[in-house]
Nanobody
Framework: QVQLVESGGGLVQPGGSLRLSCATS????????MGWYRQAPGKERVLVAA???????NYADSVKGRFTISRDNAKNTMYLQMNSLKPEDTAVYYC???????????WGQGTQVTVSS
């Protein structure tokens, strides 16, 4: 059974930091490109950051220089370090795993991030 479990969300003040984790099981982690998406109320789900199986990364323009995506293949886990958080970063953040062949794709259940004073 494939599981992607996000954790680390919560309420933080503007300018603060959070670190999200996505722990995976049931997949061969090193064969998956990984990504973080977010969905704000009333908006579409959008890509925040992605990391390939080889470690290459890309970011949405809105988070460049503030967020850092990483992965630990030994722990089958992906991370998103979020610094200098802004109210517009408020959303549910989802973990995504996509097989390197472009086939199988899996989603986590999401974790809420709220940036507010």
């Amino acid at each position: 059974q494939v599981q992607l479990v996000e954790s680390g969300g919560g309420l933080v003040q503007p300018g603060g930091s959070l670190r999200l984790s996505c722990a995976t099981s049931g997949i061969t982690f090193v064969l998956y490109d990984m990504g973080w998406y977010r969905q704000a109320p009333g908006k579409e789900r959008v890509l925040v950051a992605a990391i390939t199986s080889g470690g290459s990364t890309n970011y949405a323009d809105s988070v460049k220089g503030r967020f850092t995506i990483s992965r630990d293949n030994a722990k089958n886990t992906m991370y998103l370090q979020m610094n200098s958080l802004k109210p517009e970063d408020t959303a549910v953040y989802y973990c995504n795993a996509r097989h390197i062949t472009g086939g199988r794709t899996f989603w986590g259940q999401g974790t809420q991030v709220t940036v507010s004073s």
